[in-house]
């Protein structure tokens, strides 16, 4: 569609207009519970006297609870209900009220979602690895990681929310179980994952090895998943360009 408002313009309106839908007390507490579980997690590894390597312990909570839950969850919720939230309730129709390309009506979402979900992610992360001790380079890896998580599975999951109704529960189903559970099994699966990427993030920067991580440096691994990210907003663009919403 030929629109008469413009790109930027276009998105910015998206943004504002979604972001004050996203923004409930609800999940803004739920999804701070979340990460604050983390964050007793890594005090936990922290006040254990029975663990070894505090810096390989802290990094194995980041993988196995931060990228599994914290990261994919948060986003989730957010970008999944951007542009879902308006399908399954019929309000979706008011960002037809001026005439708008779909695509900057995709990123606006996307940048909506990750506007809340970045720091609700990449903070208790961040605290986490800190408090864990896991050293410099073990909190650079998790921000690096968690930052481009978040950018991944937000892409992901608007798309999810055009796609389907619930996207919620597919998407848990998603995320723990191929995204959580047969990434840890198949280094295959782990490279068209999400995870998989984020595992070879932390893995290269941390200096802790992962077992399954793939085999793949810091910046491929990142420009994956802004490949992802990319390839997320043109399907979201093109599948909101086919739906019919009234």
């Known amino acids: 569609m030929s629109g008469s408002v413009p790109f930027v313009r276009a998105a910015v309106l998206t943004h504002r207009l979604l972001l004050r839908q996203l ?10 519970a ?28 980041i993988d196995g609870l931060g990228l599994v839950l914290v990261v994919p969850v948060v986003a989730l919720v957010f970008a999944s209900a951007s542009l879902g939230d308006g399908r399954e309730d019929g309000t979706l129709v008011y960002l037809w009220l001026r005439p708008m390309d779909r695509l900057p009506v995709v990123i606006g979402a996307f940048l909506a ?3 809340v979900s970045l720091p609700l992610t990449v903070v208790p ?3 986490a690895a800190a408090v864990g001790g896991s050293g410099s380079d073990g909190i650079t890896a998790t921000v690096v990681a968690s930052g481009v998580g978040v950018l991944g599975y937000s892409a992901l999951f608007v798309l999810l929310g055009l796609l389907v109704k619930n996207a919620i529960i597919w998407g848990l189903a998603y995320v723990l179980l191929w995204e959580g559970l047969f990434t840890q099994f198949s280094s295959a699966i782990g490279r068209v994952s999400v ?6 993030i932390v893995d290269n920067m941390a200096g802790v090895r992962l077992n399954g991580a793939l085999d793949i440096s810091t910046p491929i691994a990142v420009i994956v998943c802004l490949g992802i990210v990319v390839a997320g907003l043109l399907l979201g663009a093109q599948r909101l360009q086919q739906m019919e919403v009234d």
């Open 125 to 127: 992360m961040a605290i």
């Open 34 to 61: 979340l990460g604050g579980i983390l964050i007793l997690a890594a005090v936990g590894v922290a006040t254990s006297a029975e663990i070894d390597d505090q810096v390989e312990a802290m990094v194995g909570v």
């Open 23 to 32: 923004i409930t007390r609800g999940r803004i507490i739920a999804l701070l």
């Open 113 to 115: 979602s990750i506007t």
């Open 195 to 200: 995870r998989g990427y984020l595992r070879a």
